[in-house]
Protein backbone atom coordinates (compact mmCIF):
# COMPACT_ATOMS: atom_id res chain seq x y z
CA UNK A 1 0.00 0.00 0.00
CA UNK A 2 2.54 2.58 0.42
CA UNK A 3 4.07 1.57 -2.70
CA UNK A 4 0.57 2.46 -4.36
CA UNK A 5 0.37 5.34 -2.69
CA UNK A 6 3.82 6.71 -4.08
CA UNK A 7 2.42 5.89 -7.24
CA UNK A 8 -0.86 7.97 -7.10
CA UNK A 9 0.87 10.82 -4.92
CA UNK A 10 3.72 10.92 -7.81
CA UNK A 11 1.03 10.82 -10.39
CA UNK A 12 -0.91 13.22 -8.74
CA UNK A 13 2.40 15.63 -8.70
CA UNK A 14 3.01 15.11 -12.16
CA UNK A 15 -0.35 16.57 -13.10
CA UNK A 16 0.68 19.39 -11.14
CA UNK A 17 3.06 20.33 -12.48
CA UNK A 18 2.37 19.61 -16.25
CA UNK A 19 2.15 22.59 -18.86
CA UNK A 20 -1.18 23.88 -19.06
CA UNK A 21 -1.22 26.28 -21.98
CA UNK A 22 -5.04 26.84 -21.39
CA UNK A 23 -4.35 28.68 -18.27
CA UNK A 24 -1.44 30.37 -19.44
CA UNK A 25 -3.23 31.47 -22.59
CA UNK A 26 -5.96 33.03 -20.51
CA UNK A 27 -3.22 34.62 -17.70
CA UNK A 28 -1.79 36.01 -20.74
CA UNK A 29 -4.66 37.64 -22.66
CA UNK A 30 -6.16 39.08 -18.72
CA UNK A 31 -2.38 40.86 -18.56
CA UNK A 32 -2.96 42.54 -22.09
CA UNK A 33 -6.28 43.37 -21.23
CA UNK A 34 -5.28 45.21 -17.85
CA UNK A 35 -2.78 46.51 -19.50
CA UNK A 36 -5.20 47.71 -22.30
CA UNK A 37 -7.58 49.12 -19.35
CA UNK A 38 -4.31 50.37 -17.59
CA UNK A 39 -2.98 52.54 -20.23
CA UNK A 40 -6.56 53.57 -21.13
CA UNK A 41 -7.88 54.68 -17.85
CA UNK A 42 -5.19 55.28 -15.60
CA UNK A 43 -1.53 55.85 -17.65
CA UNK A 44 -3.34 57.84 -20.74
CA UNK A 45 -5.01 60.62 -17.66
CA UNK A 46 -1.55 59.91 -15.69
CA UNK A 47 0.77 60.91 -18.54
CA UNK A 48 -1.90 63.72 -19.53
CA UNK A 49 -1.19 64.99 -15.71
CA UNK A 50 2.61 64.69 -15.98
CA UNK A 51 2.27 67.05 -18.93
CA UNK A 52 -0.02 69.42 -17.29
CA UNK A 53 2.59 69.27 -14.76
CA UNK A 54 5.77 69.53 -16.78
CA UNK A 55 4.12 72.26 -18.36
CA UNK A 56 3.22 74.65 -14.96
CA UNK A 57 6.57 73.93 -14.27
CA UNK A 58 7.92 75.23 -17.21
CA UNK A 59 5.37 78.21 -17.42
CA UNK A 60 6.42 79.24 -13.88
CA UNK A 61 9.64 79.05 -14.60
CA UNK A 62 9.44 81.24 -17.56
CA UNK A 63 7.34 83.22 -15.64
CA UNK A 64 10.03 83.74 -12.81
CA UNK A 65 13.42 84.38 -15.27
CA UNK A 66 10.95 86.81 -16.85
CA UNK A 67 10.27 88.80 -13.40
CA UNK A 68 13.54 87.90 -12.20
CA UNK A 69 15.10 90.04 -15.99
CA UNK A 70 12.36 92.62 -15.33
CA UNK A 71 13.61 93.24 -11.76
CA UNK A 72 16.76 93.77 -12.68
CA UNK A 73 15.52 95.84 -15.49
CA UNK A 74 14.06 98.03 -12.88
CA UNK A 75 16.89 97.56 -10.48
CA UNK A 76 19.46 99.01 -13.56
CA UNK A 77 16.34 101.80 -13.91
CA UNK A 78 16.05 102.80 -10.42
CA UNK A 79 20.02 103.17 -9.50
CA UNK A 80 20.20 104.91 -13.17
CA UNK A 81 17.73 107.39 -11.61
CA UNK A 82 19.22 107.24 -8.38
CA UNK A 83 22.88 108.38 -10.10
CA UNK A 84 20.72 111.57 -12.14
CA UNK A 85 19.28 112.18 -9.13
CA UNK A 86 22.45 112.49 -7.42
CA UNK A 87 24.04 114.40 -10.19
CA UNK A 88 21.67 116.56 -10.22
CA UNK A 89 21.65 117.52 -6.48
CA UNK A 90 25.51 118.17 -7.03
CA UNK A 91 24.77 120.55 -9.78
CA UNK A 92 22.15 122.02 -7.75
CA UNK A 93 24.69 122.15 -5.05
CA UNK A 94 27.55 123.83 -7.36
CA UNK A 95 25.35 126.32 -9.04
CA UNK A 96 24.08 127.72 -5.57
CA UNK A 97 27.87 128.02 -4.49
CA UNK A 98 28.93 129.76 -7.85
CA UNK A 99 25.58 132.15 -7.33
CA UNK A 100 26.47 132.56 -3.78
CA UNK A 101 30.19 133.56 -4.67
CA UNK A 102 28.78 135.80 -7.33
CA UNK A 103 26.38 137.39 -5.01
CA UNK A 104 29.31 137.77 -2.56
CA UNK A 105 31.54 139.60 -4.73
CA UNK A 106 28.76 142.05 -5.77
CA UNK A 107 28.11 142.79 -2.20
CA UNK A 108 31.74 143.35 -1.77
CA UNK A 109 32.21 145.50 -4.98
CA UNK A 110 28.99 147.18 -4.13
CA UNK A 111 30.09 148.24 -0.32
CA UNK A 112 33.81 149.29 -1.49
CA UNK A 113 32.00 151.61 -3.84
CA UNK A 114 29.81 152.98 -1.37
CA UNK A 115 32.95 153.54 1.19
CA UNK A 116 34.17 154.81 -1.54
CA UNK A 117 31.70 157.12 -1.93
CA UNK A 118 31.34 158.17 1.35
CA UNK A 119 34.83 158.38 1.66
CA UNK A 120 34.97 160.97 -0.78
CA UNK A 121 31.74 162.55 0.11
CA UNK A 122 33.57 163.07 3.83
CA UNK A 123 37.04 164.39 1.78
CA UNK A 124 34.59 167.01 -0.11
CA UNK A 125 32.63 167.90 3.23
CA UNK A 126 36.12 168.02 4.91
CA UNK A 127 37.59 170.83 2.09
CA UNK A 128 34.36 172.88 2.02
CA UNK A 129 34.56 172.94 5.85
CA UNK A 130 38.32 173.33 5.73
CA UNK A 131 37.46 176.54 3.48
CA UNK A 132 34.99 178.21 4.98
CA UNK A 133 37.46 178.32 8.30
CA UNK A 134 40.01 179.69 6.23
CA UNK A 135 37.59 182.59 4.65
CA UNK A 136 36.63 182.60 8.32
CA UNK A 137 39.94 183.34 9.34
CA UNK A 138 40.89 185.49 6.77
CA UNK A 139 38.13 187.33 7.80
CA UNK A 140 38.64 188.00 11.21
CA UNK A 141 42.25 188.24 9.98
CA UNK A 142 41.46 190.80 8.11
CA UNK A 143 38.99 192.53 10.91
CA UNK A 144 41.96 192.51 13.39
CA UNK A 145 44.65 194.09 10.65
CA UNK A 146 42.03 197.14 10.33
CA UNK A 147 41.41 197.04 14.16
CA UNK A 148 44.79 197.30 14.74
CA UNK A 149 45.80 199.33 11.96
CA UNK A 150 43.01 202.23 13.35
CA UNK A 151 44.65 201.38 17.02
CA UNK A 152 48.13 202.29 15.94
CA UNK A 153 47.08 205.47 13.92
CA UNK A 154 44.96 206.88 16.78
CA UNK A 155 48.18 206.32 19.17
CA UNK A 156 51.54 205.35 18.54
CA UNK A 157 52.60 201.99 20.31
CA UNK A 158 55.89 201.02 22.07
CA UNK A 159 56.61 197.52 20.58
CA UNK A 160 55.76 196.02 24.25
CA UNK A 161 52.23 197.70 24.04
CA UNK A 162 52.12 196.37 20.34
CA UNK A 163 52.62 193.13 21.44
CA UNK A 164 50.25 193.39 24.02
CA UNK A 165 47.38 194.97 22.04
CA UNK A 166 47.85 192.02 19.61
CA UNK A 167 47.51 189.68 22.76
CA UNK A 168 44.54 191.23 23.59
CA UNK A 169 42.77 191.06 19.81
CA UNK A 170 43.80 187.74 19.73
CA UNK A 171 42.29 186.89 23.04
CA UNK A 172 38.96 188.81 22.04
CA UNK A 173 38.78 186.85 18.67
CA UNK A 174 39.08 183.57 20.28
CA UNK A 175 36.04 184.74 22.83
CA UNK A 176 34.20 185.44 19.47
CA UNK A 177 34.63 182.36 17.87
Given amino acids: ?42 WGPLMGIMKQREEHIA ?21 SLLKEARTDAQNLIEGAKKQGDVQREEIIAAARAEAERVKESAKLEIDQQKEKAVAAIREQVASLSVLIASKVIEK ?20 NR
Fill in 156 to 175: ELSAADQEKLINEYIQEAGE
Fill in 59 to 79: NEIGAAEQSRVEANKLLEEQR
Fill in 1 to 42: MLASNLVLGAAEGAAHTAFNGGDILFQLAMFIILLALLKKFA
